[in-house]
């Protein structure tokens, strides 16, 4: 029995190589089991994959030329810009002091009277008073800070009474 199933354990191991090495040579259209649509199918996965590639590519492209071009604009907006004219930059200067007294005088005078405060002319003023402070840095060409000075903190509360 033992010589049997060594016999038959030779005799398909004989056989295997020559059935594995013959193709099917039946149908032209079909390779590898595969017919015609299946590869239409794969090289349209493919095309669609190197598509959505070089979209995603180019939107990674111009999602990068958008961030240099930001900080480009922002570099740009931190250069100094040339002076003016002296007598332009004089001119400009003792309007904006005369304004910021102008200013000044009115904001005090709303806030001595009786009665509440009126916030929204109290923002505007604001906004002209920093308004003005920013042209007068520029036109009197002050030094830069030096690093690491901060500026002291003003507390003012919330309350009406503390924002006189």
């Given at each position: 029995m033992l010589r049997l199933v060594a016999a038959a354990v030779v005799f398909a191991s004989a056989i295997t190589p020559s059935v594995s090495g013959q193709q099917d040579n039946s149908d032209p259209g079909q390779r590898g089991g595969r017919n015609?649509?299946?590869?239409?199918?794969?090289?349209?996965?493919?095309?669609?994959?190197?598509?959505?590639?070089?979209?995603?590519e180019m939107r990674e492209r111009d999602l990068r030329d958008r961030q240099f071009n930001l900080r480009m604009l922002e570099n740009e907006?931190?250069?100094?810009?040339?002076?003016?004219?002296?007598?332009?930059?004089?001119?400009?200067?003792?309007?904006?002091?005369?304004?910021?007294?102008?200013?000044?005088?009115?904001m005090a005078q709303t806030v001595s009277r009786e009665g509440a405060l009126d916030f929204k002319f109290i923002a505007k003023s604001a906004s002209e008073v920093k308004k003005r402070a920013e042209r007068l840095m520029y036109?009197?060409?002050?030094?830069?800070?030096?690093?690491?000075?901060?500026?002291?903190?003003?507390?003012?509360?919330?309350?009406?009474?503390q924002l006189k």
């Amino acid at each position: 029995m033992l010589r049997l199933v060594a016999a038959a354990v030779v005799f398909a191991s004989a056989i295997t190589p020559s059935v594995s090495g013959q193709q099917d040579n039946s149908d032209p259209g079909q390779r590898g089991g595969r017919n015609d649509s299946e590869r239409e199918r794969e090289r349209g996965n493919r095309e669609r994959e190197m598509r959505e590639t070089r979209e995603r590519e180019m939107r990674e492209r111009d999602l990068r030329d958008r961030q240099f071009n930001l900080r480009m604009l922002e570099n740009e907006a931190r250069r100094p810009v040339e002076r003016r004219e002296p007598q332009l930059a004089l001119a400009q200067i003792r309007e904006d002091f005369m304004r910021l007294q102008a200013v000044n005088n009115d904001m005090a005078q709303t806030v001595s009277r009786e009665g509440a405060l009126d916030f929204k002319f109290i923002a505007k003023s604001a906004s002209e008073v920093k308004k003005r402070a920013e042209r007068l840095m520029y036109n009197m060409a002050l030094p830069e800070p030096e690093k690491g000075t901060k500026r002291p903190k003003t507390e003012v509360g919330a309350e009406p009474a503390q924002l006189k």
